[in-house]
């Protein structure tokens, strides 16, 4: 089947659908020109392991330089823009008001920058700070607020000494526990799944694909690569997003 006909007949599946869910990851970011984790390991950072750069161990030994590789990421994203895959999914969401979620593997915040709403971050943010350690004040209004720390690399708390990390998960923490709920019922109750962008490898978010295939949603996956998730898929799209998004969701 042509790329031509397999959009039209995966836009026939979603024009069924009652709600959508969308499961992104590093590939429809990459079309952005956003690097991969891996890829963005050049230069001063070439010599490190994913261990070194993105671990609570690493942020504790080496704190600065975790701080500035981080630093230099939230730099380079400043000069990237969303492409028409992520305007796509802005547009149709306001078209269609309640219809479609947003679930990405991405911290990138691309989705939120083209105008989507209610965005389901599962591994956090790389443009929000929060504390490392819990704040000894306590929640609510009692504690430190993160945006009054001390300037550093990196900035820390000036009554108790707590340093301020980037909001991403890293390796070995778990997810937010809200934001995977809420991903886990959009997957639950979703008639039909968009898969974009993710090799399907990183669990728990590749089970959402997993569930929302359990519970009878139609299951489209949108990459010009090979992903783990293909064999789940009613379709496969082989495609970048910004090419085979809005042609999809054009209706």
Known sequence: MSLSASILA???LLQEAAHIAVLSGAGISAESGVPTFRDAQTGLWAHLRPEDLATEDAFRRHPQRVW???AERRASLAEVQPNAGHRALAEFQHRHPGRLTV???NVDGLHQRAGSTGVLALHGSLAADRWLDPCPA????TACDVARA???R???CAQCGNWVRPAVVWFGELLPEDQLRQAEQAASRCDAMLVVGTAGAVYPAAGLAHQARAAGARLIVVN???SELDGLAQLRLVGGAAQVLPPLLDF
Not at 138 to 141: A, I, M, V
């Open 224 to 226: 010009p690569h090979p």
């Open 10 to 12: 995966a836009r026939q």
């Open 68 to 70: 500035d590789w981080y």
């Open 138 to 141: 306590g929640r609510g209004p």
């Open 103 to 105: 679930i990405t593997q």
């Open 150 to 152: 001390e300037p550093g």
């Open 154 to 156: 990196p900035p820390r």
